[in-house]
């Protein structure tokens, strides 16, 4: 079983990662697209969405978590 403190440590790697892409991807689909974003604005926008995306991944890896716990305990 995870610990919290590796719960959120591993959605912060995920989201870290997740973040990376996103401004990449964004640098490359927006000009494609049309869309004219300075780079302050897409970093600020993906930084508004990372901090969504930390406490939405760390939630539901607690919410799994607990589910599993009351699995084990039914099970003893």
Known sequence: MQSKRQSFY???LNIFIGWL???ISSAIIFP???VDLPLEANLK???FFTVIS???TYAVR???NRLHM???TNIA
């Open 45 to 47: 926008a993906s930084a």
């Open 21 to 23: 892409v996103s401004v």
């Open 70 to 72: 009351k699995q084990m």
């Open 54 to 56: 930390i406490i939405r």
């Open 62 to 64: 607690r919410h799994f």
């Open 32 to 34: 494609l697209l049309g």
């Open 10 to 12: 591993e959605s912060l």
